[in-house]
């Protein structure tokens, strides 16, 4: 039971990471409706393996030096939102190519990169590193987590009830079966759904397109902030 816990509460912790709308998403949603299923999973894989990577890095404790360097993470940020808001011009060029044909020629998109784009925009996400310095670092700590006493109003009676080891194998497992299960579940939904709605494609592109930019936007005068506060 001890076993099976910990691999669900990882689970939970992965899917917690990868889920919420974000940039990451928006590019894995682009590239599934306009590409297929594959070259969504690609995409979220590019977005995967920057995780991994983050937990190797947090593992020797190189992750934690960055809170020590807030130029670098100011930096970081900055080309992030340089990359974000060049992904959104490229997904708002793909919106018009993802309508259906009426005349029986298949649209002609560019071949996707899908994978390239979101490894990129995963490397230097503050969301993501944030998530690592804090939440990710406390996976990899020995220790215990209890687990539903964290929640409202009902914590207190549920203490007790599902502690976890952290730091053990099998909650670091179960966080990327959760990550890699969403990057294989999440295009296979909007594939679906595309196949069913003409209109699903375009609207899906200029949603990405927007999300991208906005997120690009908000990351810029974010760094600019911080690196004004400098001077």
């Known amino acids: 039971m001890s076993l099976l816990a910990n691999v669900a509460v990882g689970a939970l912790f992965g899917l917690a990471l990868a889920a919420p709308p974000g940039p990451m998403n928006a590019v894995i949603a682009e590239e599934s409706v306009l590409r297929g299923w594959l070259a969504g999973v690609k995409a979220g894989a590019g977005a995967a393996l920057a995780d991994v990577l983050f937990f190797a890095l947090a593992y020797v404790g190189l992750v934690g030096a960055i809170t020590a360097l807030p130029r670098l993470q100011a930096a970081m940020v900055a080309v992030g939102g340089v990359l974000m808001c060049y992904f959104a011009l490229d997904a708002a060029r793909s919106a018009r190519a993802s309508f259906r044909p009426t005349s029986g020629d298949e649209p002609r998109l560019e071949a996707g990169k899908g994978f390239r784009k979101a490894f990129a925009l995963a490397l230097t996400n503050p969301y993501q590193i944030l998530f690592w310095l804090t939440v990710g670092v406390g996976l990899l700590r020995p220790g215990t987590l209890d687990v539903l006493s964290y929640l409202p109003v009902v914590g207190t009676e549920l203490t007790g009830l ?69 001077l």
């Open 162 to 230: 599902l502690v976890v080891t952290t730091g053990s194998p099998a909650l670091v497992g179960g966080f990327f079966v959760g990550v890699f299960g969403w990057v294989l579940a999440f295009p296979a939904g909007l594939v679906a759904a595309e196949s069913r709605i003409e209109t699903f494609a375009p609207v899906v592109a200029v949603g990405s397109a927007l999300v991208l930019a906005g997120f690009g936007i908000f990351f810029l005068v974010d760094a600019a902030t911080t690196l004004l506060g400098f």
